[in-house]
């Protein structure tokens, strides 16, 4: 079955965003860029809440329009003025988040799905317990006050270790999988 996988850059103190500075502080060039580029072409679908898709328009991304074009895309909001090209983007309901999951997570492909964020639908995906690894590129920062990675959870999990890789940027991607219980 297809996985979840949260792939998102962060602070050394867990933070995706800050307040003061939104994402400017973190390394958007280096060979951690490259491989992040090359990673994400290894999923066909992108999971992703309304702030983070729109905060793409300051980077010339168009209303309506993909992200990500190899991947279809999820837009999950409750929002109900928000409306895109059904075409380019389906719109996922809160109360509609697990069956749209477990929709994807049957689909015959061998490409798992990105979620990109944000800290709220991923704390509502930990939540579910519909998130399978975490890849954390960690940058050499510390921010104040911002967006966690995860927001508003109430469990606590111990996750497996799989990977660590070092860039010479000074990013390191810590790779976590989720552990699953076993009753067979």
């Not at 792939?7 to 307040?19: D, F, K, R, W």
């Not at 309506?64 to 090209?85: E, I």
């Not at 477990?102 to 930990?126: D, F, H, P, S």
């Not at 995860?150 to 999988?177: A, H, R």
Request: with cysteine.
């Amino acid at each position: 079955m297809r996985e979840i996988h949260y792939y998102v850059a962060t602070s050394i103190n867990g933070l995706i965003e800050s307040q003061k500075s939104q994402t400017n502080l973190f390394l958007n060039e280096g060979d951690h860029v490259n491989e992040y580029f090359k990673d994400l072409e290894e999923y066909s679908d992108v999971l992703l809440g309304r702030k983070t898709y729109e905060y793409g328009f300051q980077f010339g991304l168009i209303a309506g329009k993909k992200a990500y074009p190899w991947m279809d895309h999820y837009l999950v909001s409750d929002d109900p003025n928000l409306k895109y090209s059904e075409k380019e983007i389906t719109i996922v309901r809160s109360f509609e988040v697990k069956s749209t999951i477990q929709k994807l997570r049957k689909m015959e492909t061998n490409k798992n799905i990105y979620l990109c964020g944000g800290g709220n639908l991923a704390g509502l995906l930990w939540q579910l317990d519909e998130i399978d690894r975490l890849f954390l590129k960690v940058n050499p920062i510390i921010l104040s006050n911002g967006i966690h990675l995860f927001e508003q959870i109430d469990t606590e999990t111990k996750l497996e270790f799989v990977k660590l890789k070092q860039f010479e940027s000074g990013v390191i991607l810590l790779e976590y999988q989720r552990k699953r219980l076993d009753f067979t």
